[in-house]
């Protein structure tokens, strides 16, 4: 299971940390990403991270102002959100898989979304 928690409401350019704790099946999978789906679109690869060597992929909208991070001993993946702007308003979902997911893109784990709300 994959509890994602952090969400909330912000003000722009402010800050927020989104957690997400893994367990059970997922407590062995590969890597971790996070992915956010605003009203109306469709979801959207946000980032990602692969639990042995930490290596870290972002989107292309988030470099720059989004850290994903992992605390192995704790299997918890972190997403600090910096300078946040009305369009990082979205449900954001954790997710797992068994493969470099950053290789891959494959996530066979998912966990229940957070609601972050920039306002403007």
């Known amino acids: 299971q994959l509890q994602a928690s952090g969400g909330g409401l912000v003000q722009a350019g402010g800050s927020l940390r989104l957690s997400c704790a893994a367990s059970?099946?997922?407590?062995?999978?590969?890597?971790m990403g996070w992915f956010r789906q605003a009203p109306g679109k469709e979801r959207e690869f946000v980032a990602a991270?692969?639990?042995?060597?930490?290596?870290?992929n972002y989107a292309d909208s988030v470099k720059g102002r989004f850290a994903i991070s992992r605390d192995n001993a704790k299997k918890t993946v972190y997403l600090q959100m910096d300078g946040l702007k009305p369009e990082d308003t979205a449900v954001y979902y954790c997710?797992?898989?068994?493969?470099?997911?950053?290789?891959?893109?494959?996530?066979?784990?998912w966990g229940q979304g957070t609601l972050v709300t920039v306002s403007s």
């Open positions: 997710a797992a898989g068994r493969s470099p997911v950053i290789v891959t893109k494959k996530y066979e784990y």
């Open positions: 991270i692969h639990w042995n060597r930490g290596v870290t």
């Open positions: 059970g099946r997922t407590f062995t999978t590969s890597g």
